[in-house]
Structure formats: structure tokens, C-alpha cells
């Protein structure tokens, strides 16, 4: 079964995700222009037109920059709890009530032959989500902003066999750079961002035979470099005796540009 996964953009500048199979697809959140969307859809051959959904992981602003425009332009509905909306709405958001889909944590869902679920991570939003995606036997799990990993959300990255984890900031970088004291708390807090060697020591913990692909995300602009994340990873791996097998993959996900799409039937 072909299975796509396509990042649009990831970073505080915007987020925007596909997913897609060979009839149709999905997008977790729409951080960037609806036209963006359309053009970086358009460059790898998908169009619009067979995207069935919007998954919204919280109301920050990079995750849901489009989400207006895009819901109205093409009649799409989108997808997340009632206290997300609620979060979403109250910032003067104007969509439709057509639109507009509740679902409930850790409760399963199906849409465009995906079966998904909603779980929670710890972020300072009113209501953060991520994403465990599964078509027939492959499963993806999307985690983006979240300052740890609590005893919930682990289980979801887990059981990935590509996981998109974020991966923010490096430590010393934002130690020694221009943030604002009470910034730089906010963003080592539990509520806060994951730092290189949080995500990396995380993914020692779990790394299996299972787990074929790894993409850091949300990498800040001011406070990491790609390779400064993929160095730290590959430290605490080599630490650990860890060696990766010949079928797993490690992506850093670009900022404001779509990274290379990857397909998962390559397993």
C-alpha cells in the first residue's frame, strides 16, 4: 500500500504535514499561507482536491497561520478536541461551523482510509495534541511542541515506525544566546519546547527494528542547527553502543521549505 509523508514546513515560522496514500490524504496543521500549501502540494503532483482533512494540534499561531483561508477556499473539514476550538475560536478565527469536526483524546477515528488518534502532550497552549497515524500496518506518530514526555504520550512514539518528534533547541546555544530570561524558561519548562539532548536521550530509550525512520522537527531558528541536532543525536546513540541497522533513516526537517518527500513503502 503506497503511504507518503511530506513536510511542508516545520519550525515557528509554520507547520504544515502530509499524509497521503495512493487515493487520498490528510494534513496535520496548516501554519502556513493556504497558498503555500497549495504551491508546495502542487510541486510533488497532490492536489487539494484530494486532501480530506486538517488535523489541528493546538492554537499557536504557527500551527494554524492558514487554516482560515484553506478551510474556506476548499471546503475542508478539520479535525481536533473541543478545547482546542474553543482555544482556536475565541482568537476571532472566522470558520464555519461546516468545518468544523470535534474528536475526543485517545479515542480512534477513521478518515480517507486512516485510522488516527489523538493523544495529549504537555505544551503551554490550552489544549496540546499529537498525532498516531496508522494505514494498515505502517504507523506514523507526530509530536511537535512539547517541553517533555510524559507517561501518555510516550506509548504513541513508541509504537512508531516513522516518528516525528521535536527536536527545538540546543542547549547551549539558548543558554549563551539573546533570549530574555524569562523566554529561555519557558522554553526548557515541562510546558515548553524539547531540547536536542531530551529528544535524543528519548529516542536511545526506544530505538527498535520497528522504528525506520526518525524526523526531527521544529528545529529554532535561533537556538539550533541541523547540525547541531543530528551531532547530538549521533553523540548519545555512540554513548549508548547504539549503531543504526541499514533501514533506518534520520531527517531533519527544514524551516519554511518542504523537506524531500518520504515513502514509507520503501520498507
Known sequence: MKLNFYSLSS?????????????????????????LIRRFLKDVDISLQ?????????????????????????????FTTAKVWESILTQRVNI????????????????????????PVCHDAPETIGFHICYGEKKITIATDLGHICQTTAPYLKEANLLVIESNYDEEMLE????????KTRIR????HLGNLQTS???????????????????????????????TLQRTFSER????SG????SILKRNIPTEMINLDDW
Do not use: W
Open 11 to 35: 519550525g515557528s515560522s509554520g507547520n504544515c504535514y502530509y499524509i497521503g496514500n495512493e487515493f487520498h490524504g490528510i494534513l496535520i496543521d496548516a501554519g502556513i499561507s493556504a497558498a
Open 50 to 78: 484530494t486532501v480530506m482533512g486538517v488535523m489541528i494540534t493546538h492554537n499557536h499561531i504557527d500551527h494554524i497561520r492558514g487554516l482560515e483561508v484553506l478551510l474556506r477556499k476548499n471546503h475542508l473539514p478539520a
Open 96 to 119: 464555519s461551523r461546516n468545518c468544523i469536526r470535534e474528536i475526543n483524546l485517545k479515542e480512534k477515528f477513521h478518515l480517507a482510509g486512516f485510522d488516527i488518534e489523538a493523544f
Open 176 to 183: 549563551n544566546g539573546s533570549y530574555p530570561y524569562y523566554l
Open 189 to 192: 519548562s515541562d510546558h515548553g
Open 201 to 231: 536521550v528519548f529516542l536511545a530509550d526506544i530505538i527498535n527494528d520497528d522504528l525506520h525512520h526518525i524526523c526531527l522537527a521544529h528545529l529554532s531558528k535561533n537556538n539550533n542547527t541541523p547540525e547541531k541536532a543530528l551531532k
Open 241 to 244: 553502543g547504539i549503531n543504526f
Open 247 to 250: 533501514t533506518q533513516k534520520i
